[in-house]
Nanobody
Framework: QVQLVESGGGLVQPGGSLRLSCVAS???????MGWYRQAPGKQRELVAT???????NYVDSVKGRFTISRDNAKNTVSLQMNSLKPEDTAVYFC???????????WGQGTRVTVSS
């Protein structure tokens, strides 16, 4: 079992920035990591993923504004969010899929609210 603990959410004005972090309870070196979000009344959607060799993928709506990164030494994946918009308001979830066995894990989520 792997625990994922997110931090860094909060209230920010439009145009502002936040940095989300997710710490795993075991090594992420062999895991694909990602961030998803779920806005009120909507389905959970993929925001960004990062592979074992740090290839990244983003949903179109955040390209150029969000950056996902990983630090395997610290078992941490981060999401730098710039130029935030009200439509980025959601609960953000950290995700891990381990390549051995294919087990998937989710964090509890951290809330991001973009509002003036």
């Amino acid at each position: 079992q792997v625990q994922l603990v997110e931090s860094g959410g909060g209230l920010v004005q439009p145009g502002g920035s936040l940095r989300l972090s997710c710490v795993a309870s075991r090594s992420i070196a062999i895991a694909v990591m990602g961030w998803y979000r779920q806005a009120p009344g909507k389905q959970r959607e993929l925001v960004a993923t990062i592979t074992l060799n740090s290839n990244t993928n983003y949903v179109d709506s955040v390209k150029g504004r969000f950056t996902i990164s990983r630090d395997n030494a610290k078992n941490t994946v981060s999401l730098q969010m710039n130029s935030l918009k009200p439509e980025d308001t959601a609960v953000y979830f950290c995700y891990a899929r381990y390549m051995l066995g294919g087990n998937e894990y989710w964090g509890q989520g951290t809330r991001v609210t973009v509002s003036s």
